[in-house]
C-alpha cells in the first residue's frame, strides 16, 4: 500500500502504520475514509492467518481516548456503507502522544488478530 499523506485517517500516521504491518507480515488497505476526517477503517489480513481479516477501525475526534475497534471475519466479508461504524468485537482506548499510535496499535493487533486462535 503506497499511503504517503492520506488525508481522511484522523491523523493516523499511515506510513508508520502501514511500515510496522509489513515487519509483522500483515497487509493492509483504506477502505473507508470519513469526511469529518476523525475515523477510518483499514482491512488487514495475512498469511499468518488465512481465511481470516480483520477490520480495524481508528477513531479520533481530538479529545481522549481515541479509540480502536477490531472485528474478524471470513476472507471474504465486505462490510456496507450502511454498517459504518462497525461494531467491535475487540476495542482499545489510546491516550498520550498521538505519534505513539501507529506502535500501539501495531502490537495490539498482533495480539489481537495474529496470535489468536479462531
Given at each position: 500500500?503506497?499511503?504517503?499523506?492520506?488525508?481522511?485517517?484522523?491523523?493516523?500516521?499511515?506510513?508508520?502504520?502501514?511500515?510496522?504491518?509489513?515487519?509483522?507480515?500483515?497487509?493492509?488497505?483504506?477502505?473507508?475514509?470519513?469526511?469529518?476526517?476523525?475515523?477510518?477503517?483499514?482491512?488487514?489480513?495475512?498469511?499468518?492467518?488465512?481465511?481470516?481479516?480483520?477490520?480495524l477501525?481508528?477513531?479520533?475526534?481530538?479529545?481522549?481516548?481515541?479509540?480502536?475497534?477490531?472485528?474478524?471475519?471470513?476472507?471474504?466479508?465486505?462490510?456496507?456503507k450502511?454498517?459504518?461504524?462497525?461494531?467491535?468485537?475487540?476495542?482499545?482506548?489510546?491516550?498520550?502522544?498521538?505519534?505513539?499510535?501507529?506502535?500501539?496499535?501495531?502490537?495490539?493487533?498482533?495480539?489481537?488478530?495474529?496470535?489468536?486462535?479462531?
Amino acid at each position: 500500500m503506497n499511503v504517503g499523506v492520506l488525508m481522511g485517517t484522523a491523523g493516523l500516521d499511515m506510513t508508520r502504520l502501514v511500515g510496522l504491518f509489513e515487519r509483522k507480515k500483515i497487509e493492509c488497505a483504506l477502505v473507508e475514509v470519513d469526511a469529518a476526517l476523525d475515523h477510518c477503517v483499514l482491512r488487514l489480513s495475512s498469511v499468518k492467518r488465512p481465511g481470516v481479516v480483520a477490520f480495524l477501525e481508528y477513531e479520533n475526534d481530538g479529545m481522549e481516548p481515541r479509540l480502536i475497534g477490531l472485528i474478524l471475519r471470513g476472507d471474504g466479508f465486505v462490510p456496507r456503507k450502511e454498517e459504518y461504524p462497525l461494531e467491535w468485537e475487540k476495542t482499545l482506548e489510546l491516550r498520550g502522544a498521538r505519534k505513539d499510535d501507529p506502535d500501539k496499535i501495531a502490537l495490539w493487533v498482533e495480539r489481537e488478530y495474529l496470535n489468536r486462535a479462531s
